[in-house]
């Protein structure tokens, strides 16, 4: 059995005040999710926020992280400073990340690779743009960016490797994925990692949907066999709403 995963993408919003004030709110109406919870505020945050939710059930994720250690990289934070920092998960590759900041799939491999290889628990991102899914073409950019995302890992221990599927067109939209397609693409990704890392892999890997997942669509899309939770962008900055995704 794979335990949900309800993960909050806070995205650039909440200062640390305010991070620390949602995260009051949010621990006594989440502290009975069956899910694992977490929220991903930004850098500057999260050490607040790691001593915020201390001893409850929500863990804290960053939003990206560089591949390297430490050295001359200025602006970037590392894995070492995530887990001295008792960050848990981190966000790689979120279309955002792709689309403003350049980031390929290449680059994503790196952070990838060094995040696993430092205890922490990326949350993959992947999806394809309305242009692929009009194009016919959502299946081979899915495999593209799993292969490419994933280079070089069939030797790793995986345990700690979460995947979300997020179609661009989906995030921040409004519009959802229907619950078969979301459904058929994670099904797609949980073969690809079947063909390429066994089943062990492919039967225990989290693989989470998200784009605009919020309360009224949340239950419905969790009920589906593939899908193993969400990652929520602007639903999860209102209490209510991310709690009432959190116990669909
Ligand atoms: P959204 O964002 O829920 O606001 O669509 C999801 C995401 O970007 O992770």
């Not at 590392?78 to 966000?91: C, D, G, Q, R, T």
């Not at 292969?147 to 700690?160: F, I, R, T």
Request: with cysteine; aromatic share 6%; hydrophobic share 45%.
């Amino acid at each position: 059995m794979r335990r949900p995963v309800i993960a909050g993408n806070w995205k650039l919003n909440k200062t640390v005040s305010e991070a620390v004030e949602l995260i009051s709110a949010l621990k006594p109406v989440v502290k009975d999710a069956a899910a694992e919870v977490v929220i991903c505020p930004t850098a500057i945050c999260l050490t607040e926020a790691v001593s915020a939710v201390g001893g409850t059930n929500i863990g804290v994720g960053a939003q990206n992280m560089f591949h390297k250690d430490s050295g001359a990289f200025t602006g970037e934070i590392s894995p070492v400073f995530l887990k001295a920092a008792n960050v848990e998960y981190v966000i790689l590759g979120h279309s955002e990340r792709r689309q403003y900041f350049k980031e390929t799939d290449a680059d994503i491999n790196k952070k990838v690779i060094a995040a696993l290889n430092h205890g922490l628990k990326p949350i993959l991102c992947i999806g394809e743009t309305l242009e692929e899914r009009e194009g016919g073409t959502t299946f081979e950019v899915i495999t593209t960016q799993i292969d490419g995302s994933m280079a070089d890992m069939k030797e790793m221990n995986l345990d700690n490797l979460i995947i979300a599927y997020e179609p661009v067109w989906a995030i921040g939209t409004g519009k959802t994925a229907t619950k078969e397609d979301a459904n058929e693409v994670i099904g797609f990704i949980r073969k690809l990692l079947r063909e390429r890392f066994g089943d062990k892999v492919a039967d225990a890997t989290r693989i989470l949907y998200g784009g605009s997942v919020k309360a009224s669509n949340a239950k419905e899309l969790m009920e589906m066999p593939e899908i193993d939770g969400a990652l929520v962008g602007g639903a999860s900055l209102d209490v209510n709403e991310f709690a009432n995704i959190v116990n669909y």
